[in-house]
């Protein structure tokens, strides 16, 4: 580069940043990190009180705002929701604090990210920097277009001097229910305001009201304090249906004796400049045919998911669509038809997805989709699949049916790229590989995760012939009193006869049942069975003993969990005091103050509740005194290891300890061995299960444990 040639601007070069924080050590560190991102060319202002940051943007243009939630004027939300009342740009909440919610509650309120104090280093100063700076480029932008707008309006002016809506300037009046009535334009110069020569009255309630100061209620305020105001927009509807925006100034008037009348003011018309402010904003972020987000906006939902999984600990998914055989479809029927066909293509996707992703059109026949907030990159392949299938259905163009395919790359965040476009271009190759293998079908961008997509997908397929084949069957482990070694009680265990693979293991299928969806039938089917095994021993003449089934986490949360267990037991003849409930800790602990409320519930229905795994999660004692629970059973892993390491056996004994405290049962599961049960009896827990008193067989085998009524 010679030395006439211009150098590039640095990063943020002329931003005008805000730091609200009454703290100075922390003061000090967003100052420094916005002069190491800006390399000295950003200025930073800085206000101790939300009184002194709404005077800064009041008298000073600034672009980006850093601000700590709580300051000496102003606590939490209130002090986002002044300042955000104040400014257009950006702003960042920088805070200590990390309460559950607090992101959430933050971006409602208009922060546009929220970052943690001791993150804040210059490579994350300088993406805000750049953010900023795109925002003040497009205000540019904007300002030129409101100054094309004016102009425009000026000419419209000189045309257009006649009592029509289009009018620039109206005279108005507005008595005291805050109704607007509108005057002839020029109508205060030729009559002195006298009110028996106005032309042409009409009186608007605005569907909305913008003024810049706030909302509708602060500018009711202003009027009611009879004070003067200005820049006050509105906006209406006219009869044709197109909107009509209107920006006014006002003052307060009085009679002879001093009394106020009302207001009296003049309103000009900027819907030229709304309309192209919009238009502006439209084709800037948005897809000229289908109306979803472009490229550009694409880019940025990205970018925020990105930045919501990496403060979440969690992923996200990228889904790259190109459609099958397009060119065909223009060819055949002409541009028009294909442009209808992208329309409905751009439908049937956002009906795949939910609320927070984003599905984009990046041009041509591609599109991309952002899955925000994904557990497991795994899950992106149920998205896919879901795509493809609602392709299935024949597309209606104008009368005519037409199918259409699409062939589907997938990337993941973080194992395939750790920003926008490395993600994005990971799913372009993937969508490649996927068209040049057959197409209507989706690929992943690593070998791996495409065998263990399509393994996936195979076992929810064969679940779902499961539930419909009648191959799920439950087996039954025994519950004994460990003092006696009789049979007090027993467990109801899933298990699936697979077609063709035999017995599928329970630890491959439970959770793709909960993935998948099928565990709500499934968990119903497993507690009918055992009712209606219960129903079947008693007709038998058998002295039945309790049956204890395990509920997953999804069940567990239905809110008319209650009601449907009350009718199985209804339907089958069963007393609530065969069946008992098994629950995880970890479901309980997910939502205590949830579970609390359920668990009265059951327990109300009659039903017995034992936490199973107990010692496994992170329970919150205070919440276990609270909770309604009849058995604390402990989990398998420290009983086997009990007598052989210290640390296990210290476990099980407090659990035993604490359950005899709290005036519940103790169960001890997976007891394989005589010196198991020793240390168990030695300890004072009265109930067991596992391999050393049986395994889980079918209800015709544990039925002969049972003994026959006299």
Same mark, same amino acid.
């Given at each position: 580069?010679?030395?006439?040639?211009?150098?590039?601007?640095?990063? *943020?070069?002329?931003?005008?940043?805000?730091?609200?924080?009454?703290?100075?050590?922390?003061?000090?560190?967003?100052?420094?990190?916005? +002069?190491?991102?800006?390399?000295?060319?950003?200025?930073?202002?800085?206000?101790?009180?939300?009184?002194?940051?709404?005077? #800064?943007?009041?008298?000073?243009?600034?672009?980006?705002?850093?601000?700590? !939630?709580?300051?000496?004027?102003?606590?939490?939300?209130?002090?986002?929701?002044?300042?955000?009342?104040?400014?257009?740009?950006?702003?960042?909440?920088?805070?200590?604090?990390?309460?559950?919610?607090?992101?959430?509650?933050?971006?409602?309120? *208009?922060?546009?990210?929220?970052?943690?104090?001791?993150?804040?280093?210059?490579?994350?100063?300088?993406?805000?920097?750049?953010?900023?700076?795109?925002?003040?480029?497009?205000?540019?932008?904007?300002?030129?277009?409101?100054?094309?707008?004016?102009?425009?309006?000026?000419?419209?002016?000189?045309?257009?001097?006649?009592?029509?809506?289009?009018?620039?300037?109206?005279?108005?009046?507005?008595?005291?229910?805050?109704?607007?009535?509108?005057?002839?334009?020029?109508?205060?110069?030729?009559?002195?305001?006298?009110?028996?020569?106005?032309?042409?009255?009409?009186?608007?309630?605005?569907?909305?009201?913008?003024?810049?100061?706030?909302?509708?209620?602060?500018?009711?305020?202003?009027?009611?304090?009879?004070?003067?105001?200005?820049?006050?927009?509105?906006?209406?509807?006219?009869?044709?249906?197109?909107?009509?925006?209107?920006?006014?100034?006002?003052?307060?008037?009085?009679?002879?004796?001093?009394?106020?009348?009302?207001? =009296?003011?003049?309103?000009?018309?900027?819907?030229?400049?709304?309309?192209?402010?919009?238009?502006?904003?439209?084709?800037?972020?948005?897809?000229?045919?289908?109306?979803?987000?472009?490229?550009?906006?694409?880019?940025? =939902?990205?970018?925020? +998911? #990105?930045?919501?999984?990496? =403060?979440?600990?969690?992923? +996200?998914?990228?889904?790259?669509?190109?459609?099958?055989?397009? /060119?065909?479809?223009?060819?055949?029927?002409?541009?028009?038809?294909?442009?209808?066909?992208?329309?409905?293509?751009?439908? =049937?996707?956002?009906?795949?997805?939910?609320?927070?992703?984003?599905?984009?059109?990046?041009?041509?026949?591609?599109?991309?989709?952002?899955?925000?907030?994904?557990?497991?990159?795994?899950?992106?392949?149920?998205?896919?699949?879901?795509?493809?299938?609602?392709?299935?259905?024949?597309?209606?163009?104008?009368?005519? %049916?037409?199918?259409?395919?699409?062939?589907?790359?997938?990337?993941?965040?973080?194992?395939?790229?750790?920003?926008?476009?490395?993600?994005?271009?990971?799913?372009?190759?993937?969508?490649?590989?996927?068209?040049?293998?057959?197409?209507?079908?989706?690929?992943?961008?690593?070998?791996?995760?495409?065998?263990?997509?399509?393994?996936?997908?195979?076992?929810?397929?064969?679940?779902?012939? +499961?539930?419909?084949?009648?191959?799920?069957?439950?087996?039954?482990?025994?519950?004994?009193?460990?003092?006696?070694?009789?049979?007090?009680?027993?467990?109801?265990?899933?298990?699936?006869?697979?077609?063709?693979?035999?017995?599928?293991?329970?630890?491959?299928?439970?959770?793709?049942?909960?993935?998948? *969806?099928?565990?709500?039938?499934?968990?119903?089917?497993?507690?009918?069975?055992?009712?209606?095994?219960?129903?079947?021993?008693?007709?038998?003449?058998?002295?039945?003993?309790?049956?204890?089934?395990?509920?997953?986490?999804?069940?567990?949360?239905?809110?008319?969990?209650?009601?449907?267990?009350?009718?199985?037991?209804?339907?089958?003849?069963?007393?609530?005091?065969?069946?008992? !409930? %098994?629950?995880?800790?970890?479901? !309980?602990?997910?939502?205590?103050?949830?579970?609390?409320?359920?668990?009265?519930?059951?327990? %109300?229905?009659?039903?017995?509740?034992?936490?199973?795994?107990?010692?496994?999660?992170?329970?919150?004692?205070?919440?276990?005194?609270?909770?309604?629970?009849?058995?604390? /059973?402990?989990?398998?892993?420290?009983?086997?290891?009990?007598?052989?390491?210290?640390?296990?056996?210290?476990?099980?004994?407090?659990?035993?300890?604490?359950?005899?405290? !709290?005036?519940?049962?103790?169960?001890?599961?997976?007891?394989?061995?005589?010196?198991?049960?020793?240390?168990?009896?030695?300890?004072?827990? *009265?109930?067991?299960?596992?391999?050393?008193?049986?395994?889980?067989?079918?209800?015709?085998?544990?039925?002969?444990?049972?003994?026959?009524?006299?």
């Amino acid at each position: 580069m010679s030395s006439t040639e211009p150098h590039p601007a640095e990063p *943020g070069s002329g931003l005008r940043v805000l730091v609200l924080e009454d703290n100075a050590a922390d003061a000090m560190v967003a100052q420094a990190a916005v +002069a190491r991102a800006g390399r000295g060319t950003s200025t930073v202002l800085r206000a101790e009180t939300v009184v002194e940051a709404l005077r #800064i943007l009041a008298s000073d243009t600034v672009h980006l705002v850093l601000l700590d !939630l709580n300051v000496p004027d102003s606590r939490g939300m209130a002090t986002l929701r002044r300042v955000r009342g104040a400014t257009r740009c950006p702003i960042i909440v920088v805070t200590a604090e990390d309460r559950p919610g607090l992101d959430e509650e933050a971006l409602d309120e *208009g922060a546009f990210e929220i970052l943690h104090k001791g993150k804040l280093g210059a490579e994350t100063i300088a993406r805000l920097l750049r953010l900023a700076e795109g925002q003040r480029r497009t205000q540019e932008l904007l300002e030129g277009t409101e100054r094309v707008a004016r102009e425009e309006l000026r000419r419209s002016e000189a045309r257009f001097r006649s009592l029509t809506e289009l009018s620039s300037d109206w005279f108005w009046e507005q008595d005291a229910a805050l109704c607007f009535t509108y005057l002839s334009p020029g109508f205060a110069a030729r009559s002195g305001g006298d009110p028996a020569r106005i032309l042409g009255s009409k009186r608007w309630e605005f569907e909305e009201v913008v003024p810049a100061s706030g909302a509708w209620a602060d500018h009711r305020a202003v009027l009611e304090a009879r004070q003067p105001f200005r820049d006050f927009e509105q906006i209406s509807t006219r009869a044709d249906g197109t909107r009509l925006y209107l920006s006014s100034s006002g003052e307060p008037v009085y009679d002879a004796a001093g009394e106020f009348t009302g207001y =009296r003011g003049v309103s000009s018309n900027i819907t030229v400049r709304k309309n192209a402010e919009e238009k502006l904003a439209q084709l800037a972020q948005f897809d000229a045919v289908t109306g979803l987000p472009n490229r550009n906006l694409l880019q940025e =939902r990205l970018d925020h +998911a #990105i930045a919501q999984a990496q =403060r979440r600990g969690r992923g +996200a998914g990228v889904l790259f669509a190109d459609l099958d055989r397009f /060119k065909l479809v223009n060819d055949t029927h002409g541009h028009d038809v294909g442009d209808e066909l992208l329309v409905l293509v751009g439908k =049937r996707l956002k009906a795949c997805m939910r609320r927070d992703d984003t599905v984009a059109r990046v041009g041509g026949d591609e599109f991309a989709v952002v899955i925000a907030d994904l557990a497991r990159p795994d899950d992106a392949a149920l998205v896919a699949q879901k795509i493809l299938d609602s392709f299935a259905a024949p597309f209606d163009l104008g009368g005519k %049916e037409a199918f259409i395919t699409a062939s589907i790359g997938v990337a993941a965040f973080p194992n395939d790229g750790a920003d926008a476009d490395s993600l994005l271009k990971c799913a372009d190759v993937a969508m490649y590989r996927a068209k040049e293998s057959s197409r209507n079908t989706f690929c992943f961008y690593t070998a791996e995760m495409n065998a263990r997509a399509a393994s996936k997908l195979q076992l929810n397929t064969d679940l779902r012939r +499961a539930v419909e084949r009648g191959e799920f069957t439950l087996h039954y482990q025994p519950k004994v009193n460990l003092a006696t070694e009789e049979m007090i009680g027993m467990e109801a265990l899933l298990r699936w006869q697979h077609a063709e693979r035999g017995m599928v293991p329970p630890l491959e299928f439970i959770p793709a049942l909960e993935d998948s *969806g099928l565990i709500h039938a499934v968990g119903d089917w497993v507690v009918a069975a055992a009712c209606r095994q219960l129903s079947e021993w008693q007709r038998a003449g058998l002295q039945v003993a309790p049956v204890a089934v395990n509920l997953s986490a999804k069940q567990f949360r239905r809110r008319d969990l209650d009601q449907v267990i009350h009718r199985l037991l209804a339907e089958h003849g069963i007393s609530p005091a065969l069946l008992e !409930l %098994e629950i995880t800790e970890s479901s !309980l602990m997910a939502d205590p103050k949830d579970a609390i409320r359920q668990l009265h519930a059951l327990r %109300e229905a009659g039903l017995r509740i034992s936490v199973d795994d107990f010692g496994t999660g992170y329970s919150s004692l205070s919440y276990l005194t609270r909770l309604p629970l009849s058995t604390l /059973k402990i989990d398998r892993v420290f009983v086997n290891a009990a007598t052989t390491e210290p640390a296990s056996a210290a476990i099980v004994k407090m659990v035993i300890d604490m359950a005899q405290r !709290l005036n519940f049962d103790v169960v001890a599961e997976g007891i394989e061995t005589e010196q198991h049960v020793a240390f168990l009896r030695q300890h004072g827990c *009265g109930q067991g299960q596992g391999y050393h008193f049986g395994r889980p067989i079918p209800a015709e085998a544990i039925a002969s444990r049972m003994l026959r009524r006299g």
